[in-house]
C-alpha cells in the first residue's frame, strides 16, 4: 500500500542548531515529493519539492531537503534553526501514475531559544 | 497575486443542522481540492475537481457531504446534517494542474459542531 511515514511526533532543536525532519515513503516508481508548513490557524503553505534532477533542492525560509532514493527517503533540513520556524511540518508524496496526493500525519518542531 | 479565499473562518453549529463553506481558487488553477484536516492529523482529501468535474471523491462521505463547482472557478463545500465527528478544519486548494505542481491552500474554515 502506498504511504508516507514522519516517524516523529515532535522534534525539538535548540535555536541555532541544524534541523532534520524526517519523512520516508512507500510508493511505485519515481513519485514527486512535498514539504509544506503549517503555522497555527493556518492552512499549509509549500516550502519545497523534488521533480527530477538533483537529489538537494532547496526551498523557502532557508529550508532544503534530500531525496535518497534508495532509502526512500526525503528529509527536510536546515542549518540554523530560528525559533519563528517552530510549526508543523508535512511531507507528501504524488504517485505519478495515479497523482493522488499522499499525505504524513505530519511532525510538530519546536524551536527554543 | 490573490491567495486562496475561504470563508467563513469558524462555524459552530449544532449536530444535525446544516453548514456550507466557500472557496475561491486562485485565478487560473484548473485544479481545486477539498480537504479536511481534524486536529493533530494530515488532510484528508474529500473531493478534487479539475475544471467543474469530479476527478477524486472516494472519501466523500455523500450522505451528508456534498460540493460543486459548477462554473470550473469556485466551489461549494456543503454538509448536511452535520455530526459531532465533523467538527474539523475544512481546506481549499487548487493547484494549476494536476501533477509536478505543488498544491496553494487557503486559510481554512473550522467547524465545530456542538
Known amino acids: 500500500a502506498q504511504s508516507v511515514a514522519q516517524p516523529e511526533d515532535q522534534v525539538n532543536v535548540a535555536e541555532g542548531n541544524p534541523l532534520t525532519v524526517k519523512c520516508t515513503y512507500s510508493?511505485?516508481?519515481?513519485?514527486?515529493l512535498f514539504w509544506y508548513v503549517q503555522y497555527p490557524n493556518r492552512g499549509l503553505q509549500f516550502l519545497l519539492k523534488?521533480?527530477?534532477?538533483d537529489n538537494l533542492v532547496k526551498g523557502s525560509y532557508g529550508f532544503e531537503a534530500e531525496f535518497n532514493k534508495s532509502q526512500t527517503s526525503f528529509h527536510l533540513k536546515k542549518p540554523s534553526a530560528l525559533v519563528s520556524d517552530s510549526a508543523l511540518y508535512f511531507c507528501?508524496?504524488?504517485?505519478?501514475?495515479?497523482?493522488?496526493?499522499?499525505w504524513g500525519a505530519g511532525t510538530k518542531l519546536i524551536i527554543k531559544p | 497575486e490573490a491567495g486562496v479565499a475561504q470563508s467563513p473562518r469558524y462555524k459552530i453549529i449544532e449536530k444535525r443542522q446544516s453548514v456550507a463553506f466557500w472557496c475561491n481558487p486562485i485565478?487560473?488553477?484548473?485544479?481545486l481540492y477539498w480537504y479536511q484536516q481534524i486536529l493533530g492529523q494530515g488532510p484528508k482529501l474529500l473531493i478534487q475537481?479539475?475544471?467543474?468535474?469530479?476527478?477524486?471523491d472516494s472519501q466523500l462521505p455523500k450522505d451528508r457531504f456534498s460540493a460543486e463547482r459548477l462554473k470550473g472557478v469556485d466551489s461549494t463545500l456543503k454538509i448536511q446534517p452535520a455530526k459531532l465527528e465533523d467538527s474539523a478544519v475544512y481546506l481549499c486548494?487548487?493547484?494549476?494542474?494536476?501533477?509536478?505542481?505543488?498544491?496553494?491552500f487557503g486559510e481554512g474554515s473550522r467547524l465545530t459542531v456542538l
Open positions: 486548494a487548487s493547484s494549476q494542474k494536476t501533477g509536478p505542481g505543488e498544491l496553494f
Open positions: 485565478s487560473g488553477h484548473a485544479t
Open positions: 475537481f479539475q475544471n467543474n468535474g469530479v476527478v477524486d
Open positions: 510508493v511505485s516508481g519515481n513519485p514527486y
Open positions: 523534488y521533480i527530477t534532477g
Open positions: 507528501a508524496v504524488r504517485d505519478k501514475s495515479n497523482y493522488q496526493l499522499i
